[in-house]
């Protein structure tokens, strides 16, 4: 007998299985609906039985982009057989908010390494542990710890920004080609992990000197090897946030897309990011060995402010630094480079900030003319500098995917409707945020609306750092940089991008990776302007 005729039964057998499984048992359980999610419109006529449409939509790089839409009609929708996207502000406190009953739910799980870090671990005891352990190192009476290693970023940018510098732009002139002389998001992102190492591992990169991110890695046998930071960090978070929607299927999928080169790339970078933190912290420890006492997280993560120690896991350390090298670089260095993006596309806004930030600065500070940076203290309190920072935090998100909690045992109420327990739901920030309810002309950027009272009343509905107990712990951080750099660069330089048409390109992992950012930089002549804001006021030219 042939081998054909053998195999035939099986594979009949095999087939008709496989069509039970991912066809009929799909389909039952969505018509049994044990859940009474049939009652939400779906995101695609599939997405009740399979979560496949919101994988497909996820290779389009547009998801939160494309749920805005539909969230314009719905206020929830089913993005797959047991997850609900919302849309309507009041839910951000039902889903997020400090009193929430639903935790992070089971993405956060599968693409855990061998020990959870703080932005991972779902058990709330465990995340109190760990919150308190790290609250300490990030807490905002710190900041001052934090400035001159900001500070010492700041003036590797200018550096690098002055020795770019061209001829003025005439107005009405396009920045020729050759004058796009500085990739804008590949310097801030540079600027974000020179300067969260330094804060989290006093560990100089050195990325902003040389010019390229080439790091080394530590494999678990010892042995190194090098590669490029941002692609491995990058390319690790594209795969995940295009495979991982069938979460049970995840891990299965996650290893046999390997065999297709576009997965198989990707996978390798994925495998090499993770042998960085393991190098960092390898190095930081040999130091915290050798007796150093240094002002940075690592210390803290060892030992308490008494000096006891954590007696935390070398897995648990490895995870830590991990996610701070991730969460503590890559959203920033998103913001700064949008913010700057925004602000050349809107010149009154940049006339405005110009001039507040030359209004709150002495005309002539030889420190500030020498090394180009600008103190914190000079800056953080000025409002529309803030204004502007957190506009362009609303217009696009660093992160603007929708987070998934999940519901507790019990089920939960949102917007007073009931969801019974293990369901996914989550809230995108950039759906949020174009909420014209909340934010009248939702598509533009008016940093205005976040100024006085009516500015504060926004606060609840601002979700580019999440919200509740689990919100970003990174935040004081991310503004000292933000502030620094933008104070900083706009007091020195003009930009202008290749036209002004021209539009940087946005993809949506879990983060929105922008492309480059090419902009023609030159050195602002500042003036002074006689009875304009008192004797001696510098202004634009
Ligand atoms: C513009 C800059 C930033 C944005 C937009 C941002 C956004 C967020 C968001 C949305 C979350 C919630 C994540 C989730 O629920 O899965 C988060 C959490 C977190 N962020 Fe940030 N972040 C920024 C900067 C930073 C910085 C500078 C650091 C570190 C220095 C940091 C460290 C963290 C950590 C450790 C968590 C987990 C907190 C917890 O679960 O207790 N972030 N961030």
Known sequence: MSFELVSLPYAAALGLCSFLYFVVFPIAVYFRDANGLRRYP?????????????????????????????????????????????????????????NTPCTKDGSYIITAGSHFHLADVIDKHDHARKRKTLSSAYAIKNLEGWEHKVADKTDKLVKHLDACCTSPLKPGE???????????????????????????????LGFLDRGHDRVTGRRLDGTTYECDFRDCLYQNARKQSLLIWPYAWYPFINKVSNIIPFYGRMAKFAQDWEGIPIELAHRRLQRYRAGEKLDDFFQALMEDKNGHPNNLEWGEIVAEVSIMMNAGSATTAIAMTNVLYQLIKNPTMMKQVVDEIDAALEDEDEEEEETGTIAYDKVKHLPFLRACLDESL?????????????????????????????????????????????????????????????????????????????????????????????????????FALPSPEWQIERLETMNWLLGEMPVKVWRRERKTAPGVGGEGRLTVT
């Not at 719905?74 to 797959?80: A, E, F, K, L």
């Open 42 to 98: 779906n995101m695609h006529p599939l997405s009740g039985i399979s979560a496949i449409p919101f994988m497909i939509l996820a290779h389009g790089g547009a998801r939160s982009t494309y749920l805005a839409k539909l969230h314009q009609k719905h206020p929830v929708i089913r993005t797959g057989p047991n997850s609900l996207s919302y849309g309507d502000h009041r839910a951000i406190k039902d889903i997020y908010g400090h």
């Open 174 to 204: 396009m920045a020729e080609t050759k004058d796009l002389t500085v990739d804008y998001r590949k310097w801030t992102n540079f600027f974000t992990l020179d300067a969260i190492a330094d804060i989290g591992l006093s560990e100089k």
């Open 394 to 494: 609303r217009l696009f998100p660093p992160t603007p995917h929708g987070l998934p909690r999940e519901t507790p045992a019990d089920g939960v109420n949102i917007l007073g409707d009931y969801i019974p327990g293990g369901v996914s739901v989550a809230m995108s920030a950039f759906v949020a945020h174009r909420n014209e309810a909340v934010y009248p002309q939702a598509d533009k950027y008016m940093p205005e609306r976040w100024l006085g009272e009516e500015g504060k009343s926004l606060q609840p509905y601002f979700l580019a750092f999440s919200a509740g107990a689990r919100g970003c712990i990174g935040r004081n951080i991310s503004y000292l940089e933000q502030t620094v750099v933008l104070a900083s660069v706009l007091r020195r330089y003009e």
